[in-house]
């Protein structure tokens, strides 16, 4: 695909971005027109616009609507940047760090660190979020470690072998996870319970702070390293002849695509199947190259997380979805359809 055209696309993909957070910023239960949102904005700038707006419709967009819109769109860049990358070091589109134990590993290590927090009283206080992205990260990395020694044979990624090992750490880590709450017996560890599907309607600037600090020089680091991956997309021996250090990529990308999945857990819990559609919708919409691939997934990834926490919190209002079941319901049947797609591809 021609770079005039990668770049257009580029554009069209901001575009849509920038359309849907607006749309997303004036739906809900107060409602905010297109016109009085555009006051509202203005007035912030100092700039008078004549449409009238009241104060509710201020303090909701401000305190709620803007931190939730943006942490939605970056925690679904990370899903989808951490996606792309654990694709891109295994070589399969079926990998995704929600579906193999990655996300169940970091929301394990996210409950027992807010367990503490909460024991010594820090949990309100941004030690508290760092503490709780810091243990998340650590048991991320662990469920890697597990994942990749199990779905590594003679020295190639066995796919059904990294999937069945994802599902039996998924649920161990699931039901650690639950010992965890129980043992704490703290109340405050109840909306925990959110982390298995995912929910942004605790969303906060701290938040978006604590995601946009992880997530800008990770997809920087990983759209530098794309001619990298591309070689890699060779093959192993491959890349080595073109002069890549393999072990030393697939070290530097894993601790990438795990750090993004500890944040977003972190801060939105566990939400399935953005890492998984998202790459391969990237690479269908910009081509193969990783450099454009990366920048194509963080903002498809934040578009589609923005459009399903828009269906989550809308569908049956005022009872809000989990984030994680939307995504599941549009991911689920992807996931099936790539699989019988690798199986005729390997059948050919």
Do not use: K, N
Not at 12 to 21: E, K, N
Not at 154 to 175: D, H, K, P, Y
Not at 202 to 212: E, I, S, W
């Amino acid at each position: 695909m021609g770079e005039r055209r990668v770049r257009r696309r580029l554009v069209l993909s901001t575009l849509l971005l920038v359309v849907v957070m607006a749309a997303a910023l004036g739906i809900g239960a107060v409602s905010i027109s297109p016109l009085e949102l555009s006051a509202i904005l203005a007035s912030l700038a100092g700039i008078h616009l004549p449409w009238p707006y009241d104060e509710r419709q201020v303090t909701t967009l401000m305190a709620i609507r803007v931190p939730r819109v943006l942490t939605s769109a970056l925690v679904g860049a990370a899903w989808a940047c951490a996606g792309l990358a654990m694709q891109a070091i295994y070589r399969t589109p079926l990998a995704d760090p929600a579906l193999v134990g990655v996300g169940a590993g970091a929301a394990l290590g996210a409950t027992s660190a807010l367990s503490i927090a909460l024991a010594l009283g820090i949990a309100a206080e941004p030690s508290g979020t760092l503490s709780v992205t810091l243990g998340a990260f650590t048991t991320a990395l662990v469920a890697a470690v597990i994942v990749h020694r199990v779905a590594v044979a003679s020295g190639g990624v066995v796919v059904a072998t990294m999937l069945l090992a994802g599902i039996a750490l998924t649920a161990l880590f699931a039901a650690l996870t639950a010992i965890v709450i129980t043992a704490s017996r703290d109340a405050d560890l109840g909306s925990v319970a959110l982390w298995s599907l995912g929910s942004l309607s605790g969303a906060g600037g701290r938040d978006v702070l604590v995601v946009a600090a992880v997530l800008l020089p990770a997809t920087g680091l990983l759209a530098w390293l794309g001619p990298r991956l591309d070689a890699l997309a060779l093959g192993e021996a491959e890349a080595g002849h073109l002069g890549v250090e393999v072990r030393g990529l697939g070290l530097l990308v894993s601790v990438v695509f795990v750090l993004l999945t500890a944040v977003a857990v972190a801060v939105a819990g566990v939400i399935a199947f953005v890492g998984l559609m998202v790459p391969s919708l990237a690479r269908a919409w910009v081509g193969v190259s990783h450099r454009a691939a990366v920048i194509a997934s963080a903002l498809l990834g934040a578009t589609l997380l923005v459009v399903a926490d828009v269906l989550a919190r809308s569908l049956f209002g005022p009872v809000e979805l989990p984030v994680g079941v939307i995504t599941t319901v549009l991911g689920a049947p992807f996931f099936l359809a790539l699989m019988l797609r690798e199986r005729w591809l390997l059948a050919r």
